[in-house]
């Protein structure tokens, strides 16, 4: 925030209101002078012009819409605090490196009460790009980024990723567009290429294709609505790749509209301490084309609070089905997978369910629970500081994957997931990463192991975003 002068502010009255003459034994009445917060919340004041110094290639409606209510302040700390908020949608963008704030009296043609607000920008260059390099999976990889900020002056974003690794090269291309006045309502397309390796299944995934999505909220929830096109090629990772996944492999055409809700209060997307979060999705494949038909469905649900010296308490409910449509069976890369250290611990990754001769094929429908303590760590230390961002960790997690048959009812379904239910306990320590992502080094009990089932009895590692 910048300088505040309050040249048109009336100073405090040097003496109390009038009692008439003093004689030599009246008493003097002493009158408490008013805070210098009380001054600043009860004057009026009127915004009259808002200035804007550094602006280049940005049009000035959509700056327009993100400070209008600047204007509608009625006393200095509310011209404060309503400015502080413009500026933090100003930077939210994405098209500013920098954004200052200067409030001061009115110079010329001014109200007595009149302020002018003057925004100093510094717009992001019309090229930015990024280069770095990743190692992972017995993989190493070149990322090169290229950004084309506010490309037609109204916070519009190209973006371009390559990715060049010594097994596989993928790329994307994404236009973004939000909405003027209302960032979180915005449009993108996207074209990419993207090749995945995955070593449980011995299967290897090749995805070229086209979506655009829709963001918008409505009351207290955000939705997206999707449409994807996808050519997908299936392929073995090694000769001893089961029947059943050489079954799989091939080349099919994916056609399928999405919807997705998501209720967030959460202080934090890792490691919250209060909160909680509900995401619903649904996908409808093959009614717009291709040779895929299914309908999907799952759900997250997450709650968090706070306890006593400074611990969390969290539960989490996953689950989700699919339903082939047609006399096509699912394919491979549609099923849900559960296992490893962001879901059910103490199991291989995405080791849970069906198999045939040791790859895993995921499951028609599946459900996961757990429930976390997190505390500080024994002593505190490091705290205020590097130690805070470690947590202990102690968790019950359980789940099932399975097909169903869909002849059957409803009791027949949630009986078939009752049956063989895989559990385990544990605790470990918990890193942050910022506010993206967090990594977990944990001790597991795997419990209800089934054939063919793959555990980590023991110590068990795990980094990602999103955690059971």
């Not at 009460?113 to 190493?140: A, I």
């Not at 997705?260 to 209060?265: L, N, Q």
């Not at 689950?319 to 082939?324: A, M």
């Not at 629970?369 to 205020?384: K, Q």
Request: glycine share 12%.
């Amino acid at each position: 925030m910048g300088t505040v002068h309050a040249r048109s502010l009336e100073p405090l009255p040097m003496a109390g209101p009038d009692f008439g003459a003093l004689g030599e034994e009246a008493e003097l009445v002493e009158v408490e002078p008013e805070s210098k917060q009380e001054i600043l919340e009860n004057k009026d004041v009127v915004v009259q012009h808002v200035h804007f110094d550094g602006l280049g290639r940005t049009k000035d409606d959509i700056i327009m819409y993100e400070i209008s209510d600047v204007f509608k302040a009625k006393n200095l700390i509310d011209v404060m605090r309503k400015s502080h908020e413009a500026r933090e949608k100003l930077l939210r963008l994405g098209i500013f490196r920098q954004v200052d704030v200067l409030i001061d009296t009115c110079q010329d043609d001014a109200l007595p009460n009149g302020l002018d607000v003057t925004f100093e920008v510094t717009e992001l260059r019309r090229l930015t790009g990024s280069y770095n390099t990743m190692v992972g999976n017995n993989e190493g990889s070149m990322v090169l980024g290229l950004k084309f900020p506010n490309l037609l002056g109204r916070a519009e974003k190209v973006t371009f990723q390559f990715s060049y690794g010594t097994k596989e090269t993928s790329y994307g291309l994404s236009f973004f567009k939000p909405w003027p006045g209302n960032f979180e309502r915005n449009f993108a397309v996207n074209v990419y290429k993207v090749t995945g390796q995955f070593p449980w299944s011995s299967l290897r995934e090749t995805d070229r294709g086209i979506s655009t999505e829709f963001n918008f909220p409505i009351w207290k929830t955000n939705h997206t609505l999707k449409w994807e096109g996808v050519w997908r090629e299936l392929g073995c990772l090694a000769r001893t790749a089961s029947f059943s996944v050489r079954e799989e492999s091939g080349h099919s055409l994916k056609s399928s509209l999405s919807h997705a809700m998501v209720i967030d209060s959460r202080n934090s997307s890792i490691l919250p301490k209060r909160g909680a979060l509900l995401k619903i999705n649904q996908e409808l494949a093959g009614y717009a084309g291709g040779d895929v038909s299914f309908l999907k469905e799952d759900f997250e649900f997450q709650l968090n609070k706070q306890l006593l010296w400074d611990s969390v308490l969290s539960a989490s409910f996953w689950g989700g089905i699919l339903v082939p449509i047609g006399d096509r069976p699912s394919s491979i890369a549609d099923r849900f997978y559960l296992g490893g250290p962001t879901s059910v611990r103490g199991f291989s990754m995405y080791s849970i369910g069906p198999q045939s001769e040791g790859d895993y094929l995921g499951g028609e429908a599946y459900w996961a629970g757990g429930v976390h303590l997190y505390t500080p760590l024994p002593f505190r230390p490091g705290r205020g500081g590097f130690g805070d961002l470690f947590r202990t960790h102690f968790f019950l997690n359980a789940g099932n994957l399975c097909n169903l048959n869909y002849g059957d009812g409803p009791r027949a379904h949630l009986q078939r997931l009752a049956e063989c239910i895989r559990w385990s306990y544990g605790a470990g320590i918990v890193l942050r990463l910022g506010n993206i992502a967090r990594l977990e080094l944990n001790y597991c009990f795997p419990m209800g192991v089934q054939a063919g089932d793959r555990i980590c009895d023991g110590v068990q590692f795990g980094a990602g975003i999103r955690f059971l």
